[in-house]
């Protein structure tokens, strides 16, 4: 088994120099140019791989180091199966890690692992001659890092041609400038948790601002460099797809709409592989209906607050469905939701009132970035003794107003105030986000508590 698909990673100096922008213009334009593209994104993260979506039409998965180790090759090497060209949008800088210190997490690192060159993104406003010491110094800086060439972002079009030479001049050719603009900067524009979610922005306006910015794309220079530089991985073993055996069809409830949006694709896909899946919008649907499960993940629950609690008849359900001793997993906003109450904007919420705490939001993360948690009480989710491996981001803050006895303690992370992990008859919430590859959430409630799986 060989990884040979060509591939290109899409990476910068900083953190909100573009990439995103450039990565969706680069993808377009090639499948404009009559190639087929699959696309991954570095790290954990539910928004940029959601925009990808809409230009490509398919799932784009996460490339996680730190949460996956060497599984990052067979995950490229089976989601990137059948395309002329794989594209990795970077996370952070091009060098930036967990510590600081390492390489762990770090772009660069997954780089070297998958093989890959690398297009470098530079924000070309207000700069000239210093972006020559910036490619320099990225390609010196670990000589391993494959750098070949360079997107211009952000660039006023007077600026293009001295911008264009002044990279030149470092040896990489020029392969796209995308020019400033009123409309990228507005619907690219970053709140509390980064960008907005690709079912929270008019489709038609972004296609539109993507196929404008893709229109100065040069993708015979981008599938050469790929094609060129991508060298072939000998992957061990073969793909195996394990298939449990479930007697029955559970049937699960999500509760998604524009408020609960972070899901994994492999979270969605396993629950269609393993049961009935109905998808539930809490802002609009009367309530959750006959299911065996319901999951409901993170997303901005303060920013939709008061859909939320105008629909009472929704999270009255919810309420019934934990009472009767229905099996619900939530993350981060989920838990958010299930709290009495979400403080935004100095207004209070109601919400769903499963948890006896209020949720404040913060200007400041509370937590942020990866961790690690032991199970120190048996949970729907695993038992005691299981190290939990995910990561957390969050501005928001629990004040607990009843006791509880909460499942895991924090060895990396926050939680709640080091603490996480609310278990109420067969409900279990945290603000842990778990990606599937990792720890399968679903698999493990339906396999080992669904009655008759």
Same mark, same amino acid.
């Given at each position: 088994?060989?990884?040979?698909?060509?591939?290109?990673?899409?990476?910068?100096?900083?953190?909100?120099?573009?990439?995103?922008?450039?990565?969706?213009?680069?993808?377009?334009?090639?499948?404009?140019?009559?190639?087929?593209?699959?696309?991954?994104?570095?790290?954990?993260?539910?928004?940029?791989?959601?925009?990808?979506?809409?230009?490509?039409?398919?799932?784009?998965?996460?490339?996680?180091?730190?949460?996956?180790?060497?599984?990052?090759?067979?995950?490229?090497?089976?989601?990137?199966?059948?395309?002329?060209?794989?594209?990795?949008?970077?996370?952070?800088?091009?060098?930036?890690?967990?510590?600081?210190?390492?390489?762990?997490?770090?772009?660069? $690192?997954?780089?070297?692992? =998958?093989?890959?060159?690398?297009?470098?993104? !530079? +924000?070309?406003?207000? #700069?000239?001659?210093? &972006? *020559?010491?910036?490619?320099?110094?990225?390609?010196?800086?670990?000589?391993?890092?494959?750098?070949?060439?360079?997107?211009?972002?952000?660039?006023?079009?007077?600026?293009?041609?001295?911008?264009?030479?002044?990279?030149?001049?470092?040896?990489?050719?020029?392969?796209?400038?995308?020019?400033?603009?009123?409309?990228?900067?507005?619907?690219?524009?970053?709140?509390?948790?980064?960008?907005?979610?690709?079912?929270?922005?008019?489709? $038609?306006?972004?296609?539109? =601002?993507?196929?404008?910015?893709?229109?100065? !794309? +040069?993708?015979?220079? #981008?599938?050469?460099? &790929? *094609?060129?530089?991508?060298?072939?991985?000998?992957?061990?073993?073969?793909?195996?797809?394990?298939?449990?055996?479930?007697?029955?069809?559970?049937?699960?409830?999500?509760?998604?709409?524009?408020?609960?949006?972070?899901?994994?694709?492999?979270?969605?896909?396993?629950?269609?592989?393993?049961?009935?899946?109905?998808?539930?919008?809490?802002?609009?649907?009367?309530?959750?209906?006959?299911?065996?499960?319901?999951?409901?993940?993170?997303?901005?629950?303060?920013?939709?607050?008061?859909?939320?609690?105008?629909?009472?008849?929704?999270?009255?359900?919810?309420?019934?469905?934990?009472?009767?001793?229905?099996?619900?997993?939530?993350?981060?906003?989920?838990?958010?939701?299930?709290?009495?109450?979400?403080?935004?904007?100095?207004?209070?919420?109601?919400?769903?009132?499963?948890?006896?705490?209020?949720?404040?939001?913060?200007?400041?993360?509370?937590?942020?970035?990866?961790?690690?948690?032991?199970?120190?009480?048996?949970?729907?989710?695993?038992?005691?003794?299981?190290?939990?491996?995910?990561?957390?981001?969050?501005?928001?803050?629990?004040?607990?107003?009843?006791?509880?006895?909460?499942?895991?303690?924090?060895?990396?992370?926050?939680?709640?105030?080091?603490?996480?992990?609310?278990?109420?008859?067969?409900?279990?919430?945290?603000?842990?986000?778990?990606?599937?590859?990792?720890?399968?959430?679903?698999?493990?409630?339906?396999?080992?508590?669904?009655?008759?799986?």
């Amino acid at each position: 088994m060989e990884l040979t698909t060509p591939r290109l990673i899409i990476s910068s100096y900083k953190g909100k120099s573009g990439k995103t922008i450039a990565t969706l213009a680069i993808a377009n334009a090639l499948i404009r140019a009559g190639f087929t593209v699959s696309m991954f994104k570095v790290g954990p993260d539910y928004i940029d791989p959601s925009l990808h979506g809409l230009i490509t039409g398919s799932p784009s998965r996460n490339l996680d180091y730190v949460l996956m180790g060497s599984g990052v090759l067979e995950r490229l090497y089976r989601y990137s199966m059948g395309s002329d060209i794989a594209l990795i949008e970077g996370v952070a800088g091009l060098y930036d890690s967990i510590d600081g210190f390492s390489e762990l997490g770090s772009t660069a $690192q997954l780089a070297k692992l =998958i093989k890959a060159p690398v297009l470098l993104v !530079i +924000n070309g406003e207000r #700069i000239n001659r210093t &972006a *020559r010491a910036i490619i320099r110094g990225l390609r010196q800086f670990d000589p391993e890092v494959k750098i070949m060439g360079v997107v211009l972002t952000n660039v006023p079009p007077r600026q293009v041609d001295k911008l264009t030479r002044i990279v030149e001049e470092e040896g990489l050719p020029v392969v796209g400038a995308i020019p400033r603009s009123e409309d990228i900067e507005e619907s690219f524009s970053y709140r509390h948790l980064g960008l907005r979610h690709a079912k929270e922005v008019a489709r $038609q306006q972004l296609i539109s =601002i993507v196929d404008s910015a893709s229109t100065g !794309i +040069n993708t015979d220079i #981008i599938v050469k460099m &790929a *094609r060129e530089y991508s060298e072939p991985i000998k992957l061990n073993g073969q793909l195996e797809v394990e298939v449990p055996i479930v007697r029955g069809r559970p049937r699960i409830g999500i509760i998604a709409g524009k408020a609960f949006t972070f899901y994994y694709p492999e979270t969605l896909e396993e629950a269609l592989t393993l049961g009935e899946v109905k998808l539930l919008d809490p802002e609009v649907d009367g309530d959750v209906g006959d299911v065996d499960i319901l999951l409901i993940g993170g997303g901005f629950p303060e920013v939709y607050a008061s859909g939320l609690e105008g629909n009472r008849a929704f999270r009255a359900s919810v309420r019934r469905f934990v009472d009767k001793g229905g099996y619900l997993y939530a993350e981060c906003g989920g838990l958010m939701y299930l709290a009495s109450s979400i403080i935004f904007n100095n207004s209070e919420y109601e919400m769903a009132g499963i948890i006896d705490a209020v949720a404040v939001m913060l200007n400041r993360p509370v937590g942020h970035g990866y961790v690690v948690a032991r199970v120190i009480k048996d949970t729907l989710i695993a038992p005691r003794g299981t190290v939990l491996m995910g990561h957390e981001f969050h501005y928001s803050r629990l004040i607990l107003k009843g006791s509880y006895d909460l499942a895991l303690k924090y060895e990396r992370g926050f939680g709640v105030n080091g603490m996480d992990g609310f278990t109420i008859n067969n409900t279990y919430a945290h603000f842990m986000h778990l990606h599937p590859h990792t720890h399968d959430v679903l698999r493990s409630i339906i396999l080992n508590h669904v009655k008759g799986a």
